[in-house]
Every structure is written in structure tokens, then in C-alpha cells.
């Protein structure tokens, strides 16, 4: 049984450490704001100038003039903190992010990154994406294992990169995937309930480790 599109996010959050400060993506990465341990003490910042993000508003708290970087209304947890876009790539490139959760096109063997425009089609552009994945201590993915079809963790990307060798763990419908720096492959980490190493292997067209034994995602 392959993960939905919502239990995806609910994976991701499982990442995420007390006291970090963690970027989310635009797509299914920003639905982790809603899955934040009560628990845990988690600031999210977005590329727009907001350090604080809570979970998605309620229809009667949504408020026109707080978005995200992806022009998304959210909420504001207690203590959040306004400031401009520079200050906020400053934190980026400074190397005061944690972690970030984006999507992708494709992912490479080697964990390279393609996650922000396809040759011939009309893009707003670039985003924050390359200057997360340079200066974020911790880069995860959450996506959808193909497209149409076609496998998206390939041996090689055809598409514009975002990042060279910089992801370090891709979390998908099927499975659980982490980067070994050592030998620069995906080791299978964990599988979605009821889903084989072989049927992700059959979608995979990169070269993955895949140990004895591997750990089933709880839902």
C-alpha cells in the first residue's frame, strides 16, 4: 500500500528536531507545517521574511497579508518575527537553516537536484531553491516516485540542476531512501506498508543500495 499524497508529510515531519529552524518548500513540503509535533519547539522560516509559520489557517483565520514564499495564506505561531527577503537569504546563506523539505523533478544517484523548470515551459523562476541546498545543513525530499510514468530518481538528470550532490534524503509514496556520502548512492531505508524492494527497484532507474533487512514506514 504506496503512501498517499498526505501521509507523505507526516513522514517528513519525523525529521525534524527540537529547536530547528526548517524551510519548506512550495507543494507538498509546506503541508509538514501542519504535522509539527505539539511537543517539539520547530521554527519555520520562509524565503519572504517570516520566521515563525504555524499550520495552514482555518477559513476564519486567514488572513490576506501572511503568506508564504509561495504566496500561500498561513499562520503565525507565537514569538514570529517579520523581516525583508534579504535578511532571510542572509539566514540562508549564513548557514542558520537546519533543515529544508523541497519537492523535485528529478534526483540523480549522486543526489544531484532538478526542481525548478523544465526546458520549454514557462517558469516565474528560481526561487530560493539554490540557495537552500547550498546553505541548509540537511536537505530532504518529499515527491512523488515517477511522473507519468517515468522514474524521477535517475542515474543522470536531463533536466536544469538546482544542486550538485546535495541531497541528503528522499521520501516518496513507495519509500524512505538516505544518502550514503561513502559510496554516493541511496540506501533503502524504509518501505511503505505492503510495497516491495523489487517494485521500487522496477521504478527506480538509479542505482540504489538496498541492505538484508529494511524497516516499514509507520502510518
Not at 503512501?3 to 527540537?18: G, N
Not at 539566514?91 to 523541497?102: E, F, K, N, S
Not at 545543513?137 to 550532490?165: I, Q, Y
Request: aromatic share 4%; net charge negative; charged share 25%.
Amino acid at each position: 500500500m504506496a503512501l498517499t499524497r498526505d501521509q507523505i508529510p507526516v513522514r517528513a515531519a519525523r525529521e525534524l528536531r527540537d529547536g530547528f529552524v526548517v524551510n519548506l518548500g512550495i507543494g507538498m513540503p509546506t503541508l509538514v507545517a501542519n504535522h509539527v509535533p505539539a511537543e517539539m519547539d520547530v521554527w519555520l522560516q520562509s524565503e519572504n521574511g517570516l520566521l515563525g509559520i504555524g499550520p495552514f489557517p482555518t477559513e476564519q483565520e486567514v488572513d490576506a497579508d501572511l503568506i508564504n514564499a509561495g504566496k500561500q495564506t498561513v499562520t503565525a505561531r507565537p514569538g514570529a518575527s517579520y523581516f525583508s527577503s534579504a535578511d532571510s537569504f542572509g539566514m540562508i546563506r549564513g548557514g542558520h537553516i537546519d533543515l529544508c523539505i523541497l519537492g523535485a523533478m528529478q534526483i540523480s544517484q549522486e543526489g544531484d537536484l532538478a526542481n525548478w523548470m523544465i526546458p520549454g515551459k514557462m517558469v516565474k523562476g528560481m526561487g530560493g531553491a539554490m540557495d537552500l541546498v547550498a546553505g541548509v545543513k540537511r536537505v530532504v525530499v518529499t515527491m512523488e516516485h515517477t511522473a507519468k510514468g517515468k522514474p524521477k530518481l535517475v542515474k543522470t538528470c536531463d533536466l536544469p540542476l538546482t544542486g550538485k550532490a546535495c541531497v541528503d534524503m528522499v521520501i516518496t509514496e513507495l519509500c524512505v531512501l538516505e544518502m550514503d556520502r561513502e559510496k554516493k548512492r541511496f540506501v533503502l531505508k524504509e518501505l511503505a506498508p505492503g510495497v516491495t524492494a523489487d517494485e521500487v527497484k522496477a521504478q527506480t532507474q538509479a542505482e540504489i543500495i538496498v541492505p538484508a533487512k529494511v524497516a516499514t514506514i509507520e502510518v
